[in-house]
């Protein structure tokens, strides 16, 4: 996005939670790969989807710092809950400050771990999944996440443009060749529709029929 345009888009939208402000400015100081942050824009329209859908039950994979899990958490039901799981446990501490401050923490059950390994004691139905783990378990993730999103439900998945890579259909990038072949994979499922939209580094919205 150019960036006098963004500039633009900024100045015409709702302005940026302090609390989260905060996070992502802290994230950029404290941690390798900062940009991995939801940051403004990405998470105004994550916020946005949530409480367009209202879910009783979302489940992130790949918590990271926590600024998309906010986000996402602001557009539960009231008794709602969100469920993010999160292998690096060293970013807990600093994700759990954040959730306290922003007043969503007894909105979320933070896991730490990898998916395949707790998907099995995750006895919820999910409205909502926001997948945004290693780019190499995409397809492995929504294979093991589909059976438990309602009918009706939805799945957003990050990073599936991957800087304009995926159009390098020969790389040996296996990060790329991850998104690649979950795009693919979505492309032919029958049992979803889906749309890629252009924000950031590529969102695609999948819904469960």
Same mark, same amino acid.
Request: aromatic fraction near 14%.
């Given at each position: 996005m150019e960036q006098e345009l963004e500039k633009y888009i900024l100045e015409h939208s709702t302005p940026e939670d302090p609390v989260l402000e905060d996070l992502y400015r802290q994230t950029h100081l404290r941690f390798v790969n900062p940009n991995r942050a939801s940051g403004h824009l990405q998470g105004k329209f994550l916020e946005m989807i949530s409480r367009m859908i209202n879910p009783s039950a979302i489940l992130e994979i790949g918590t990271f710092t926590g600024y998309s899990t906010i986000c996402l958490a602001l557009g539960l039901r009231p008794d709602g809950k969100l469920i993010t799981v999160e292998t690096d446990d060293e970013l807990?501490?600093?994700?759990?400050?954040?959730?306290?401050?922003?007043?969503?923490?007894?909105?979320?059950?933070?896991?730490?771990?990898?998916?395949? *390994?707790?998907?099995?004691?995750?006895?919820?139905?999910? /409205?909502?999944?926001?997948? +945004?783990?290693?780019? $190499?378990?995409?397809? #492995?993730?929504?294979?093991?996440?589909?059976d438990k999103v309602?009918?009706?439900?939805?799945?957003?998945? *990050?990073?599936?443009?991957?800087?304009?890579?995926?159009? /390098?259909?020969?790389?040996? +990038?296996?990060?790329? $060749?991850?998104?690649? #072949?979950?795009n693919e994979m979505i492309r032919k499922q029958d049992n979803v529709e889906n749309f890629i939209l252009p924000l950031r580094d590529g969102l695609m919205i999948i819904r469960k029929k």
């Open positions: 807990d501490e600093f994700a759990r400050y954040y959730f306290r401050k922003a007043g969503v923490e007894n909105k979320i059950e933070k896991i730490t771990g990898r998916l395949q *390994d707790v998907i099995t004691t995750l006895k919820e139905e999910f /409205d909502l999944v926001f997948i +945004d783990g290693d780019k $190499r378990e995409y397809c #492995e993730y929504f294979e093991l996440v589909i309602r009918p009706g439900g939805f799945i957003i998945a *990050d990073n599936v443009l991957w800087g304009g890579k995926v159009t /390098d259909k020969n790389t040996r +990038d296996q990060q790329t $060749r991850g998104i690649i #072949e979950f």
